[in-house]
DNA sequence: ACTAATATCAGTAATAGTTACTAGTTTTAA
DNA sequence: TTAAAACTAGTAACTATTACTGATATTAGT
């Protein structure tokens, strides 16, 4: 797969590296057309896949039934809020011991493991 | 809510209880046909939903796009094998401490999580 | 710089999974 | 027995995402 420079790439990848709130697909289509009035909903999707192929963003699924893309790919856990949606970075330490906690009886090999919390974010906890 | 009695349910709720392979709405609505051959997929779909509500299955979001259904309600934690897709139950203990963990540096409030893991199944792993 | 190869683009159509609507059918409480 | 309401099959609609198409932009080699 033999890249080309893209400024629509760019600009997707400039924008995700602004936010630290995981933007759907659709966040990024919509910022980005203020740079990029006439840029098609399919680049977007076609370009923040081929990033996260890369490694250069995260695809992050937490069961809301749309994709997010965080600039930040270094291992971190995300916290999603029940009220608001919003999907917050948690500051803590990796915990590679689970996987072993749950291979004990697992006949299989485990890599890794998905983790998100959830419970309601600060603002939304104060509000209540 | 007032609920009524229905055969297609019954059939749903009956079928699911047999399998331990936590089947998609599509792999219930193949087998639920051979009891009634004119069911809908939107019955399916529906009664699946209806029974999550009220907490007699559970609807299981691993990431693949698809949800997955378990007539086995009690907490525990899923492996997704990498190769085949197959979720798999584990043989673990909870692990609600980790909430805590996750809670130590964050101003909301954590009610909980979800966790699965993923690499290769049995199965996958000896024929590699 | 020029050009050819090809990655990328905008626009649109297609797909998958799921939910919503509708008119007719079952269930059940009175 | 009956009538209200939950339920059904069938179908249309919706959402998120991917695939297709002909035109455009980028880049490596001359």
Redesign the interface.
């Known amino acids: 797969m033999n890249l080309k420079h893209s400024k629509q790439r760019d600009c997707i990848m400039e924008f995700l590296s602004t936010r630290k709130d995981h933007p759907t697909a659709d966040t990024v289509y919509m910022n980005v057309r203020q740079t990029f009035p006439n840029i098609s909903l399919g680049t977007v999707y076609r370009n923040l896949t081929l990033l996260a192929d890369i490694g250069e963003i995260a695809r992050i699924?937490v069961?809301d039934g749309v994709d997010h893309f965080d600039a930040d790919t270094s291992p971190h856990?995300h916290?999603i809020?029940?009220e608001c949606g919003s999907v917050?970075d948690?500051?803590?330490?990796d915990?590679a011991y689970?996987?072993e906690?749950?291979g004990?009886?697992?006949?299989?090999?485990?890599?890794?493991?998905?983790?998100?919390?959830?419970?309601?974010?600060?603002?939304?906890?104060t509000k209540s």
Chains 1, 2 share one sequence.
């Open positions: 699924r069961g856990y916290f809020c029940k917050i948690l500051d803590m330490e915990m689970i996987n906690t749950a004990k009886h697992f006949d299989g090999c485990i890599e890794g493991h998905f983790t998100y919390f959830y419970g309601k974010c600060g603002n939304c906890f």
